[in-house]
Protein backbone atom coordinates (compact mmCIF):
# COMPACT_ATOMS: atom_id res chain seq x y z
CA UNK A 1 0.00 0.00 0.00
CA UNK A 2 1.03 3.61 -0.93
CA UNK A 3 0.07 6.66 0.83
CA UNK A 4 1.76 9.82 -1.13
CA UNK A 5 1.19 13.65 1.07
CA UNK A 6 -0.19 16.09 -1.08
CA UNK A 7 -0.02 18.49 1.36
CA UNK A 8 -2.20 17.11 4.16
CA UNK A 9 -3.08 16.28 7.71
CA UNK A 10 -3.78 13.03 7.83
CA UNK A 11 -3.37 10.00 9.81
CA UNK A 12 -3.03 6.23 8.95
CA UNK A 13 -3.63 3.25 11.37
CA UNK A 14 -1.86 0.40 9.78
CA UNK A 15 -1.54 -2.47 12.61
CA UNK A 16 -0.12 -5.20 12.06
CA UNK A 17 -3.45 -7.30 14.25
CA UNK A 18 -6.06 -5.60 11.46
CA UNK A 19 -7.35 -6.91 8.44
CA UNK A 20 -7.20 -3.41 7.10
CA UNK A 21 -5.06 -0.02 6.44
CA UNK A 22 -6.90 2.77 7.29
CA UNK A 23 -6.22 6.27 6.30
CA UNK A 24 -8.51 9.14 7.78
CA UNK A 25 -8.38 13.02 5.99
CA UNK A 26 -8.37 15.99 8.80
CA UNK A 27 -7.54 18.44 5.62
CA UNK A 28 -5.69 18.52 2.45
CA UNK A 29 -5.58 15.92 0.04
CA UNK A 30 -4.45 12.30 -0.23
CA UNK A 31 -3.98 9.70 -2.56
CA UNK A 32 -4.68 5.93 -1.23
CA UNK A 33 -3.23 3.25 -3.72
CA UNK A 34 -3.56 -0.59 -3.29
CA UNK A 35 -2.79 -3.41 -5.58
CA UNK A 36 -6.84 -3.00 -6.76
CA UNK A 37 -6.77 0.45 -7.61
CA UNK A 38 -6.64 3.94 -5.46
CA UNK A 39 -8.47 6.61 -4.27
CA UNK A 40 -8.11 10.76 -3.66
CA UNK A 41 -9.26 11.69 -0.45
CA UNK A 42 -9.99 15.05 0.85
CA UNK A 43 -11.30 17.14 4.07
CA UNK A 44 -12.91 14.75 6.48
CA UNK A 45 -12.19 11.45 3.97
CA UNK A 46 -11.25 8.19 4.81
CA UNK A 47 -10.60 4.96 3.23
CA UNK A 48 -9.44 1.58 4.36
CA UNK A 49 -7.44 -0.50 2.31
CA UNK A 50 -7.91 -4.77 2.47
CA UNK A 51 -4.80 -6.40 3.18
CA UNK A 52 -5.66 -9.06 1.54
CA UNK A 53 -7.18 -7.94 -1.76
CA UNK A 54 -5.49 -4.66 -1.83
CA UNK A 55 -8.55 -3.14 -2.76
CA UNK A 56 -9.40 0.20 -0.67
CA UNK A 57 -13.16 1.53 -0.33
CA UNK A 58 -14.14 4.93 0.65
CA UNK A 59 -15.74 5.27 4.48
CA UNK A 60 -18.23 7.58 5.97
CA UNK A 61 -17.03 10.24 7.98
CA UNK A 62 -17.51 9.50 11.40
CA UNK A 63 -19.86 11.80 13.53
CA UNK A 64 -17.38 12.92 15.98
CA UNK A 65 -13.25 12.46 15.47
CA UNK A 66 -10.63 13.34 17.57
CA UNK A 67 -7.32 14.46 16.11
CA UNK A 68 -4.68 14.71 18.75
CA UNK A 69 -5.19 16.13 22.79
CA UNK A 70 -7.68 19.02 21.88
CA UNK A 71 -8.68 18.75 18.15
CA UNK A 72 -12.03 18.51 17.69
CA UNK A 73 -13.96 17.62 14.57
CA UNK A 74 -17.63 17.34 14.65
CA UNK A 75 -19.46 15.98 11.34
CA UNK A 76 -23.41 16.11 11.74
CA UNK A 77 -22.64 14.82 15.56
CA UNK A 78 -25.90 14.63 17.89
CA UNK A 79 -25.31 17.29 20.79
CA UNK A 80 -25.81 14.66 23.61
CA UNK A 81 -21.93 13.04 21.53
CA UNK A 82 -20.40 16.29 21.35
CA UNK A 83 -20.78 17.19 25.19
CA UNK A 84 -19.92 13.22 26.26
CA UNK A 85 -16.87 13.78 23.53
CA UNK A 86 -15.82 17.70 25.63
CA UNK A 87 -16.06 15.62 28.65
CA UNK A 88 -13.69 13.15 27.59
CA UNK A 89 -11.41 16.11 26.53
CA UNK A 90 -12.05 18.99 28.83
CA UNK A 91 -12.00 18.34 32.50
CA UNK A 92 -15.54 19.10 33.39
CA UNK A 93 -19.14 18.63 33.32
CA UNK A 94 -21.74 20.09 30.62
CA UNK A 95 -25.60 19.24 30.95
CA UNK A 96 -28.09 20.16 28.15
CA UNK A 97 -31.02 21.60 29.07
CA UNK A 98 -34.36 22.50 27.21
CA UNK A 99 -37.16 20.80 25.52
CA UNK A 100 -34.78 19.70 22.22
CA UNK A 101 -31.65 20.77 22.77
CA UNK A 102 -30.33 17.32 22.17
CA UNK A 103 -31.68 17.01 18.98
CA UNK A 104 -29.56 19.41 17.43
CA UNK A 105 -26.59 18.26 15.49
CA UNK A 106 -23.06 19.91 15.08
CA UNK A 107 -20.52 20.42 12.45
CA UNK A 108 -17.71 21.90 13.21
CA UNK A 109 -13.46 21.85 14.26
CA UNK A 110 -12.25 23.24 17.15
CA UNK A 111 -8.15 23.56 17.23
CA UNK A 112 -7.14 23.67 20.85
CA UNK A 113 -9.42 26.09 21.78
CA UNK A 114 -10.57 26.46 25.61
CA UNK A 115 -13.99 24.42 26.54
CA UNK A 116 -15.61 28.12 27.06
CA UNK A 117 -15.09 29.16 23.56
CA UNK A 118 -16.33 26.09 22.58
CA UNK A 119 -19.52 25.71 24.46
CA UNK A 120 -20.03 29.00 23.35
CA UNK A 121 -19.49 28.63 19.97
CA UNK A 122 -21.78 25.83 20.07
CA UNK A 123 -24.31 28.02 22.67
CA UNK A 124 -24.54 30.62 19.72
CA UNK A 125 -24.94 27.91 16.40
CA UNK A 126 -28.14 26.88 18.33
CA UNK A 127 -29.40 30.00 20.13
CA UNK A 128 -28.82 28.44 23.26
CA UNK A 129 -27.16 29.96 26.69
CA UNK A 130 -24.36 28.62 28.38
CA UNK A 131 -24.41 29.35 32.37
CA UNK A 132 -22.36 27.51 35.03
CA UNK A 133 -24.42 26.19 38.04
CA UNK A 134 -23.21 26.30 41.64
CA UNK A 135 -21.70 22.66 41.75
CA UNK A 136 -19.64 24.17 38.70
CA UNK A 137 -21.45 22.01 36.08
CA UNK A 138 -21.60 24.02 32.63
CA UNK A 139 -25.68 24.08 31.21
CA UNK A 140 -26.39 24.64 27.62
CA UNK A 141 -30.31 25.70 27.82
CA UNK A 142 -33.06 27.10 25.50
CA UNK A 143 -35.49 26.06 23.16
CA UNK A 144 -32.94 23.96 20.71
CA UNK A 145 -33.66 22.34 17.56
Do not use: K, M
Request: glycine fraction near 8%; hydrophobic fraction near 40%.
Amino acid sequence: VEVRVLGTAFTVDATDTSDFITVRVRHGRVRVSGERGDLELTDGQGARVDRLTGEPVRQAAPSVERWGDRILQFHDAPLARVVATLQEVYPVRISLSGPNVERCRLTATFDDEPVDLVLQVIADTFGLEVRVAEDGTYVLDGEGC
